[in-house]
């Protein structure tokens, strides 16, 4: 028995790039899987590999970003399967720029296919699934989501999933829906445009998606791994440090004591 078999999974950007790695890692395992992409060329490439080694896949050409799409590419990977027990929120766009450069159409468009489309998508896949009392959610965050210079709005669209990530994780404790998020690095077409450059091509990051999908899984809940060079990372969330003091009256003085004049 391989360790996806049967299981329907639906990856948003799956025509290229990491997201097409993911579909033919799942699909060696046995998951039959709805190819989503803006570009219907490459959703159709995607498609054909997956075919072409012996694995079930279809397309879906929607651009991932609103409300209505989200609904639409579950809608059609239910069409397809009869049913979602998996979905990797993987379109993501990028672009470098100092914060002062940003035009606004592009910082709206970042955050719509970055963000809306996690959320969008994954809120409608989460019904079904807890309906179902099964599923998971795999998020794909970025090591920007810790805040990089010139890419302020990349970064803040994957801090977002970053807190998606935990908080949903705490809202679907018990239903039997896990939720994970990824943070890889890679060499694809988005990298070619940053300054950031990966060695590695998506299929050194294929397995992780492939694990944190199976039932091997299970005992992981709400966890972001990270994988770069080969190194196997899992994120601490954020936390406050308490040390620097307690009082019932801080004062000006007295937080400068603290923090330093
Ligand atoms: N490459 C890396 O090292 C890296 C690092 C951290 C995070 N990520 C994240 O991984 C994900 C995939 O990145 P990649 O490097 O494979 O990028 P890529 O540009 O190589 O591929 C992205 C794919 O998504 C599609 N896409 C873009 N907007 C879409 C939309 N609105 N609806 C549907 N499809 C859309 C594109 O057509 C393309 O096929 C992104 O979320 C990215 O932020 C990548």
Known sequence: ???????????TGAGDGLGRAFALEVASHGAVVLVNDVNGDHAARTVAEVRAAGGVAEADVRAIGSAEAGEAVVAACVEAFGRVDAAIT???????????????????????????????????????????????????AS??????????????????????????????????????????????????????????????MAPLAGYLLSDRAAHLHGKIVRLKNGSLHIARPPEFDPSL????????????DALGR
């Open 143 to 204: 090591g920007s989501m810790a805040g990089n210079a010139e890419m302020s709005l990349y970064s803040a669209t994957k801090g977002g999933v970053m807190s998606l990530t935990y908080a949903w994780a705490q809202e679907l404790e018990g239903s039997g829906v896990r939720i994970h998020a990824m943070s890889p690095f890679a060499y694809t077409a988005m990298m070619k445009t940053s300054t950031s450059k990966a060695a590695e091509g998506p299929e050194h």
């Open 1 to 11: 028995m391989r360790e996806l078999e049967g299981r329907a999974v639906l990856i």
């Open 90 to 140: 993987n379109a993501g766009i990028f672009h470098q720029a100092n914060m002062w450069d940003e035009k606004p159409e592009t910082a709206e468009a970042i955050v719509r296919v970055n963000l809306l489309g996690v959320i969008h998508t994954a809120t409608p896949a989460i019904r079904r699934m807890r309906a179902q009392g099964r599923g998971v959610i795999l998020n794909i």
């Open 245 to 256: 003091g307690q009082s019932s009256k801080w004062t000006l003085a007295t937080i400068a």
